[in-house]
T-cell receptor, first 112, second 117 residues
């Protein structure tokens, strides 16, 4: 089992739609969680951290379910500019170095 | 407001040549990382450093060496380039000493595209 698993997509949605991505992680001791966004041929950029109580940043909402070991990202009112690959990222707290484990990403395409 | 800067942006090498990729950060971060990203594989950690003068192996260290002589710089060396090392290389940094390390994300440079012929 991969440490972090995501549906690769692509998710093709019309502009204005709501779309949700899920991600599962294998290490139950993981403490910190993030969503990154990566545009084609660009570097990953932090979208938002994921907190235990859930958190929202504008049109983006992140949720964490520790019991089921999954993280979700909800995007409301999708924009064309939201088209990108979304990476689920987990800090498993193993081996020191504040190392992060990256999922392979879910591709989102927002269409007119 | 540079953040993490990588040089060069692109490079083409012949098999067997050596080269060094440079990463510089101006955020006073303690930790630095080198990743490679290949299609369908996601980001894989090559080497990392938790402070000046210290380095450690990541998931895929073979064929690479690193050095962290100054806190702000992290160098990645390819000793004898092989076609399998064709990839996009990302450097990242994180962790301010006065904050909880595990809550801190990593910040990435814009990558080096390396082709080995």
């Amino acid at each position: 089992r991969k440490e972090v698993e995501q549906d690769p997509g692509p998710f093709n949605v019309p502009e204005g739609a709501t779309v949700a991505f899920n991600c599962t992680y294998s290490n139950s001791a993981s403490q910190s969680f993030f969503w990154y966004r990566q545009d084609c041929r660009k570097e990953p950029k932090l979208l938002m951290s994921v907190y235990s109580s859930g958190n929202e940043d504008g049109r983006f909402t992140a949720q964490l379910n520790r019991a089921s070991q999954y993280i979700s990202l909800l995007i409301r009112d999708s924009k064309l500019s939201d088209s990108a690959t979304y990476l689920c990222v987990v800090n498993p707290l193993t081996g020191g170095g504040n190392k992060l484990t990256f999922g392979t990403g879910t591709q989102l395409k927002v269409e007119l | 407001n540079a953040g993490v800067t990588q040089t060069p942006k692109f490079r083409v090498l012949k098999t067997g040549q050596s080269m060094t990729l440079l990463c510089a950060q101006d955020m006073n971060h303690e930790y630095m990382y080198w990743y490679r990203q290949d299609p369908g594989m996601g980001l894989r950690l090559i080497h990392y450093s938790v402070g000046e003068g210290t380095t450690a192996k990541g998931e895929v260290p073979d064929g690479y060496n690193v050095s962290r002589l100054k806190k702000q710089n992290f160098l990645l060396g390819l000793e004898s380039a092989a076609p399998s090392q064709t990839s996009v290389y990302f450097c990242a940094s994180s962790v301010h000493r006065d904050r909880v390390a595990s809550d801190q994300p990593q910040h990435f440079g814009d990558g080096t595209r390396l082709s080995i012929l």
